[in-house]
């Protein structure tokens, strides 16, 4: 950090995953900033010593650093380009992170913005969930210039392990949008596992023991299944966030005429259980589709 020229940074969404992610920050040296709409998902963070302030504008301004990560496109354009938004507040020389899951064209608008006043603007969406940004270890997706991603290699470091650079503005959201589509085939598959063990009349833990370590094996089965079994639906990632997710991926698929039949097929799933109010409960979810 004694070399570092970024130690203020802003933090903007202290959702499941931002909370854990700006406390890494703090423990990593960073000096903090922080908004979020509901003041009180704050609370822990300032008590350990974040600064709070009032609008997104207040929390970039005068920042070397400000990071984004909302619920939906809309939030994120609200953030950035509102009259007391990121754009007209940060200074110039100023790098915006946005870690949201949001449109690659989003992300390149924000980039052209960003660049007309002299400041740098990345795509880092993340993967891993809750226990990833509790841990430190998500995996990051950089969209953007190279000599910025390098630059804000020790921010990224302090969030995650994995972390790449795709290529330029949107590329960061690309790749993750394959990510959230494997993550279709992923978690359905475990709870297909799951249905069919179950209507054999086998012992599932004893399933999962047996078939989780082998070519079966995944995040979905390592992390999501135990939660599947034990009931637990806490959101590590909402569903109502990632059927955005698929719908930005699907709408992208529809531009290049790319058929995606396994994630439309998982897309409509997470809508029912959507439609029949269990949009905030997390992706694990899933299995009441098979109940």
């Known amino acids: 950090m004694e070399d570092f020229p970024m130690k203020k940074i802003g933090f903007i969404g202290l959702g499941v995953m931002g909370q854990s992610m700006a406390r890494n920050l703090m423990k990593a040296g960073f000096s903090l900033t922080v908004y979020n709409r509901t003041k009180s998902k704050a609370d822990g963070l300032i008590a350990e010593g974040a600064a709070w302030a009032d609008t997104p ?3 970039a301004k005068d920042q ?5 990560i909302v619920g939906y496109p ?11 938004g990121i754009l007209a507040n940060a200074k110039p020389g100023a790098y915006l992170i946005d870690m949201t899951t949001t449109s690659p064209k989003l992300s390149i608008e924000i980039y052209e913005a960003a660049k007309a006043r002299g400041i740098f603007a990345l795509d880092a969406p993340v993967s ?7 841990n430190a270890t998500l995996a990051i997706m950089v969209g953007g210039d190279q000599a910025a991603f390098d630059t804000c290699m020790p921010i990224f470091s302090a969030m995650g392990q994995n972390i790449r650079h795709m290529g330029a503005a949107g590329a960061g959201q690309h790749t993750k949008m394959a990510n959230q589509i ?5 978690v359905a598959g475990v709870c297909e596992a799951l ?13 999962l023991d047996a ?11 390592s992390n999501n299944a135990p939660r599947m079994l034990a009931g637990d639906y806490a959101p590590g990632f909402f569903i109502k966030h990632y059927i955005k997710d698929l719908v930005i991926a699907k709408e992208g698929a529809d531009g290049v005429s790319l058929s995606l039949p396994v994630a439309e097929v998982v897309l409509g799933m997470y809508q029912q259980l959507q439609e029949e109010g269990f949009g905030d409960d997390g992706t694990q979810a899933l299995i009441k589709y098979y109940k």
């Open 211 to 221: 078939i989780s370590t082998g070519a079966a094996g995944s995040w979905q089965m």
């Open 182 to 186: 494997a993550i279709a085939g992923a």
């Open 57 to 59: 504008g207040q929390c």
């Open 195 to 207: 249905a069919y063990a179950k209507a054999a009349g086998l012992d599932l833990q004893g399933v």
């Open 74 to 84: 809309k939030d994120v354009h609200q953030v950035y380009f509102n009259e007391d």
């Open 128 to 134: 891993g969930g809750d226990v990833g940004a509790k």
């Open 64 to 68: 070397d650093a400000v990071i984004t």
